[in-house]
């Protein structure tokens, strides 16, 4: 099956339970398999379907031994911040409290669609994040990437 991509910029606000629902016009590969809420790279979470979570880390990380300190301190830390959900009705999905610390989360919610997962921010951090982008970095970042593969 062809996975959609995940785009788009949403804000979300926190329920009284920590829960935010998925936008609508990006739930759609959460609801048959459920989603994992995760610890993600940056200050932020990830939001992943459940049946894609281990597609993914091996797509971005390979085979990370057990024997490598490395390998299993980023496994140690990715598995711990990862908790499978179903979705409710209103198709939410709840923040643990370390998962809410890690991202800075209070009330409120952005979520970014990032190609098959979301990524989901406190809204001043990634703001932060896009100012420093937009004063130069997204130029430098694609020229990098670029000049890297060729």
């Known amino acids: 099956m062809q996975r959609r991509t995940l785009g788009g910029i949403y804000e979300c606000k926190l329920d ?21 809420v995760a610890w993600w790279l940056d200050e932020c ?16 990380f390979g085979d990370m031994s057990p024997l490598d300190d490395k390998s299993r301190e980023v496994s140690r830390f990715l598995m711990a911040g990862a908790q499978d959900q179903d979705l409710d009705k209103q ?18 919610v952005t979520v970014v669609g990032n ?10 951090r990634l703001e932060e994040r896009f100012e ?19």
């Open 91 to 108: 198709g939410r999905v709840m923040l643990s409290p370390q998962q809410r610390r890690h991202a800075g989360i209070e009330s409120a």
């Open 16 to 36: 009284d339970r920590s829960r935010f629902a998925i936008p609508a016009k990006v739930r759609a590969p959460f609801l048959e398999s459920g989603a994992v």
């Open 45 to 60: 979470l990830i939001v992943v379907p459940t049946d894609h979570w281990p597609v993914l880390l091996n797509e971005v």
């Open 115 to 124: 190609r098959d997962y979301l990524e989901v921010w406190d809204p001043a």
């Open 132 to 150: 420093r982008m937009r004063g130069g970095g997204v130029e430098r970042y694609a020229r990098e990437l670029a000049d890297a593969r060729a």
